[in-house]
């Protein structure tokens, strides 16, 4: 390395970077790669361009390149099927199935479900044994924890115990396994569908036994169209959640701030006796895991029982279905944010105040300014500057605060203007994150990865304004 | 003078402290209280409360000012501002830790359920149920959650001895406070520390799936349920947290050092691609993640977690590292550097000792960001034993009959010790690390 450095000067800094890129590129920039490329396609949950194994229906009848199959709903073309599809179908414009120009595996042979009842490492014991003379192609295995079955190559079997290729991921399910008799599996392109009847693009070899056919998930890239239905969908979903976005963003900051700088002012004079103590105990909720507080403040806005609501009774004041009415859960949102962030801007702001020096109040006074005076004219001027980075970078945090949404409303209530994923409290992030891993259609994954691009945007654009503010790029650009 | 003597006389036996508490348990004990089954009402209670308020206000305000007439006249208006404002940031500190207080309260809970009916005697409050009813305490909560934990003795000696040196460190901490001579005591107080982290890391490494179990009636061993393995998800928590703090110092302590010092071409692109690549929603690029996971054949193991919290964290460490070793003067290194030292000499002995609070706070700030990480881990972590705390906590709130509510606060509880000791032990490179953090980007 010396040597290479000695020859070559420019590659040193590279040795320091190197590590840090590396971890970058791998675990950073590949998936945010990977994302912006499913951003143009229809990648979901149905449309993974895997093998779905669920689709596998048992041949009847083979004939040249058709195969006829026990029931055609069994393959489950209509999965594949996009929503304008879809509506072609029922206006009768086009009567696609979905499995048109679809990969599909016809396997030679057949296979037995049996249960197993044991595994240890990459060896699995069946409960009973396999038939004598059957060599074991592959097992699938369910894993519940994933919701689908794994398959996995086997290496050798001899009786009971079969030896796969390597262990199932998660906890499987060892009840009910599918074990896929020796024989291969040949590709082909569904062409089309007739009936119960799959046209293939070739014709299989006339002398092998057939038993099932499984097709491919398909995803294709769509360039804008999801771009496309985010906006044709605005009024529903864009526009009233980044609004709210905005609102939380802004109103989150504004109120912390106001509140935060009016008690840290309150704390900062040197003349009350146990500051320290009162700081300690206000810090508290920064000093407890946000994943835990959020998810217990959930139980205090119980409409029936939450502590708010006991105390709002007490008091002889209407109670209310806080997590439950579409104002109120945004106000819910506002009022544990606020909780949460209090003691960082407690602590930010007297740290800037702690960075005012203390002769310029010295010097106010020796020109007679009352305190008031000398607040307007010194501390708040000097403050001001040291707050706004804070309140950008909060601004930024908050913009993206996914744990709070997701943990205290889950983003509901359901609104009357939304779709079943952006509802009343979702912000941009949590309607990304619903598209992305629970809409209806399963994993509508490029749907969620366009919003999150959008998010990108808007993201680098508030951070741009944050630099330009606190200049922490600019020394860098003069040289 | 005489007359101010008995205005003071007059105050000290009508404004005590206890005379105020006891004027205020008459009050809300003898209200006239309608209780349905769900709520308990005091008619026109806001009022009461809005007068009561107005009234201590007044005498607080008033009994320092009349305070203030009698020490120093001068001073008396000063005397009652003071005291409103300890007044008002009671009231604040009352409104901020009662969530708190709540949470302990129904984590001493005997009752798992959230709907358990009121008490009907005892004050306002209690049958309220804002206040928690003392005769419902018991230790149930975290019997059910500890009593399918079996330590071997060797984890309860270490148990005994991180006790032991957390209870020393804190007691010389004290003293350190107090005293001048302290440098002997404070190389004390390192090695103790020392040993405490040494037997931590111990501990948690120790720590496996296999010690939470209970035995049923016919004796047999059964695996514990995911409510009695809280103490195996903290210990996971800890592991991924601390190994991605570590890594974290690790990967971004060389980059922010090439950035600050050392000029080279694409220095500038580098850096701004190091910013602008970590504003991108990270968690979004979770079905990336998964599959290159799955490639890796590391989903469901801590190594798989780690890498990508570490590859999360990289940017914005280098970020503020940078920011400090700008802010630090380059004079020493370049002394090490004309006496001989190589470049990575001068890093390695003289920029890594010296920046060691500023590491800290990068240590802590990933850690405690790694502990509230949820999606992350929920999306990866599939296995119940590997669970963190916040995935086992989100499985109380959502269990599918209802919510566990004893279980799930005391629970909370268990899960906030590590970090609340943690954040109390070095709150000061917290806080001071954020102050340096925003005055310099």
């Known amino acids: 390395m010396r040597f290479v450095a000695s020859r070559f000067q420019w590659i ?19 998936p945010v790669i990977l994302t912006v490329i499913l951003a143009f396609s229809n990648y979901a949950g149905t449309r993974n361009g895997e093998l779905d194994v669920s689709s596998k229906t048992a041949i009847v009848n083979v004939t040249d390149n058709s195969l006829e199959l026990t029931n055609i709903k069994e393959l489950r073309c209509d999965w594949l099927l996009t929503p304008s599809q879809v509506n072609q179908n029922e206006a009768g414009t086009s009567s696609l199935t979905g499995c048109e120009n679809v990969l599909a595996l016809v396997y030679t042979s057949g296979s037995v479900d049996a249960s197993g009842e044991s595994l240890d490492g990459t060896t699995l014991t069946l409960v009973e044994a396999l038939e004598a003379g059957t060599s074991v192609n592959s097992v699938e295995i369910m894993i519940p924890d994933f919701g689908f079955a794994q398959e996995i190559k086997v290496v050798s079997s ?17 009840e009910s396994i599918r074990i896929s008799l020796t024989g291969s599996a040949i590709e082909r392109r569904i062409e089309r569908i007739e009936g119960n009847t799959v046209y293939l693009d070739a014709a299989l070899p006339p002398d092998g036994i057939y038993s099932t056919i499984a097709r491919f998930n398909k995803f294709q890239y769509v360039g804008l169209d999801q771009f496309k239905i985010i906006i044709g969908e605005a009024r529903k979903a864009l526009l009233p959640v980044f609004a709210w976005n905005m609102v939380f963003g802004i109103l989150t900051v504004l109120i912390n701030t106001v509140i935060g700088v009016f008690i840290a002012l309150l704390l900062n004079n040197p003349d009350l006796r146990f500051r320290n103590l009162y700081r300690t105990l206000l810090i508290v909720p920064w ?13 205090f806005l119980n409409t029936n029982f939450g502590a708010v609501n006991r105390f709002l009774a007490l008091l002889d004041l209407p109670v209310f279905d806080w997590l439950g009415d579409c104002t109120l859960a945004k106000g819910a949102v506002l009022l544990v944010n606020l909780w949460l962030g209090l003691p960082f801007m407690i602590t930010a702001t007297l740290g800037a105040l702690s960075a005012i020096p203390r002769d310029l109040y010295e010097a106010t006074k020796m ?22 980075p804070i309140t950008l970078t909060g601004f930024a945090f908050n913009f993206n605060n996914f744990n709070i949404i997701y943990l205290l409303t889950d983003g509901g209530p359901p609104a009357s203007w939304g779709t079943s994923t952006a509802r009343c409290t979702d912000i941009l992030i949590s309607w990304a994150y619903n598209e992305a891993f629970r809409s209806q259609g399963g994993y509508a994954y490029g749907l969620g990865a ?10 680098i654009a508030v951070s741009l304004m944050n630099f330009k503010v606190t200049g922490a790029l600019k020394e860098e650009g003069d040289r | 003078m005489n007359t101010l003597n008995q205005i003071q006389s007059i105050l000290r036996t009508y404004l005590n402290l206890k005379s105020l508490s006891i004027l205020f348990t008459f009050l809300i004990t003898n209200f006239s209280i309608a209780q349905s089954d769900r709520f308990v009402r005091i008619p026109y209670g806001w009022l009461w409360f809005l007068i009561g308020f107005i009234v201590i206000c007044l005498v607080v305000a008033g009994s320092a000012y009349t305070y203030g007439k009698i020490r120093r006249p001068g001073k008396a208006i000063s005397y009652a501002i003071t005291a409103s404002t300890h007044l008002f940031i009671w009231i604040v500190i009352l409104l901020t830790l009662y969530p708190v207080i709540h949470l302990l309260a129904v984590s001493f809970n005997r009752n798992d359920s959230i709907t358990t009916p009121l008490p009907k005697v005892g004050n306002a409050l209690l ?16 019997h059910k959650l500890l009593s399918e934990t079996h330590f071997f003795t060797y984890q309860w000696m270490m148990v005994i001895i991180i006790a032991i040196t957390l209870l020393t460190i804190f007691v010389l901490t004290l003293i350190i406070r107090r005293s001048d001579f302290s440098f002997k005591l404070e190389q004390l107080r390192n090695y103790i520390a020392w040993v405490f982290f040494i037997t931590i890391f111990g501990l948690i490494i120790s720590i496996n799936p296999d010690q939470f179990y209970s035995f049923n009636e016919a004796g047999e061993k059964v695996r514990a349920s995911s409510n009695g393995k809280i103490i195996l998800h903290i210990r996971n928590t800890l592991l991924v947290s601390g190994m991605t703090g570590i890594m974290a110092v690790f990967l971004s302590t060389t980059a922010g050092y090439a ?22 929603p990270g968690f979004m690029a979770l079905v990336a993640l998964f599959y290159l996971m799955n490639a890796l054949d590391l989903l469901n193991s801590f190594t798989g977690l780690i890498l990508a919290y570490s590859g999360g964290a990289i940017a914005f460490s280098a970020w503020i590292f940078k920011g400090y070793l700008e802010s630090i003067n380059t004079s020493l290194e370049e002394a090490a550097m004309v006496d001989g030292a190589t470049r990575w000499g001068a890093f390695w002995r003289i920029i890594l000792p010296m920046s060691v609070p500023m590491l800290l706070f990068i240590f802590l700030l990933q850690f405690i960001g790694t502990y509230s990480e949820f999606i992350l881990a929920n999306i990866m972590l599939t296995g119940e034993d590997k669970w963190t705390v916040g995935i086992a906590l989100r499985a109380m709130s959502y269990n599918q009959f209802n919510t566990q509510w004893g279980t799930l606060t005391a629970s909370a509880v268990l899960g906030s010790i590590p970090i609340l000791i943690i954040f109390y032990s070095f709150q000061n490179a917290f806080t001071d690390g954020y102050t340096a953090g925003s005055t310099k980007g």
């Open chain 2, 259 to 280: 950035f600050a010092r050392l000029k080279f071409e694409g220095r500038y692109q580098t850096l701004l691609s190091f910013v602008f690549v970590q504003m991108f």
């Open chain 1, 158 to 174: 001899v009786g009971k115990l079969v030896e796969l290729e390597r262990p199932p991921a998660g906890t499987p399910d060892l």
């Open chain 1, 367 to 388: 020109d007679g300014a009352n305190p008031w005076q000398s607040f307007w004219g010194v501390t708040a001027p000097l403050l001001r500057n040291a707050l706004i």
């Open chain 2, 127 to 142: 049958r309220s149920g804002v206040l928690p009813d003392p005769s419902n305490f018991s230790l149930v909560q975290y």
């Open chain 1, 287 to 299: 000093a407890l895991p946000g994943i835990i507080t959020i998810q217990v403040w959930r139980g």
């Open chain 1, 12 to 30: 040193v800094p590279w040795y320091y970077i190197l590590p840090a890129i590396i971890f970058l590129l791998a675990f950073t920039l590949f």
């Open chain 1, 450 to 459: 366009a919003i999150s691009i959008i998010i990108f945007v808007i993201t």
